[in-house]
């Protein structure tokens, strides 16, 4: 028989310690989503010949949910009591102000964070009113091209 977990052991994801990182472990977690989101895009930019009715569902949610992650990343405001370890652009770039150098959070992006957060992340009547008001399809190239200029732009910044 499994044993039980005890009532007053913490749990390990309420952990709020700050966890160490070196900057090259962090890169590569950037790198990650940037990897993923751009070879969605890709994939996705041959939509008609995808005959799967099940691809087409896994790719639009990896195109959701890393486009949420990045978008979070580059747009996003964090709790640091709440969530200290979420990174954020800003992180990776002490010496730059980077609310002022980054491109302006474009309509689209706000859309597709909001929706990735109400149609994937959570099973929410919302997937229903989203269908219903004709809103439940993504527009890939244009949430590809602004997250492209976004990222093109923190590069340019981090590479100085």
Not at 58 to 70: G, K, P
Not at 126 to 151: A, C, T
Request: aromatic fraction near 10%; proline fraction near 4%; hydrophobic fraction near 35%.
């Amino acid at each position: 028989m499994a044993s039980q977990p005890s009532v007053n052991k913490k749990d390990y994801w309420d952990d709020k310690m700050k966890i160490k990182a070196s900057p090259k472990e962090k890169i590569e977690l950037l790198e990650y989503e940037i990897d993923i989101f751009r070879k969605t895009c890709l994939r996705l930019q041959g939509w008609d010949n995808i005959e799967s009715q099940f691809e087409k569902n896994i790719l639009t949610e990896s195109l959701a949910i890393h486009s949420r992650v990045l978008t979070d990343f580059f747009y996003g405001k964090t709790n640091r009591e709440k969530h200290p370890n979420d990174l954020k652009a800003q992180d990776l770039l002490p010496n730059v102000n980077w609310e002022k150098e980054r491109p302006n959070l474009t309509p689209i992006l706000e859309e597709a964070k909001n929706k990735a957060a109400m149609q994937l992340a959570h099973l929410s009547l919302w997937r229903i009113k989203v269908k219903r008001d004709g809103k439940k399809p993504w527009i890939f190239g244009k949430i590809e091209q602004d997250l492209e200029k976004v990222i093109k732009t923190f590069y340019k910044l981090l590479n100085r």
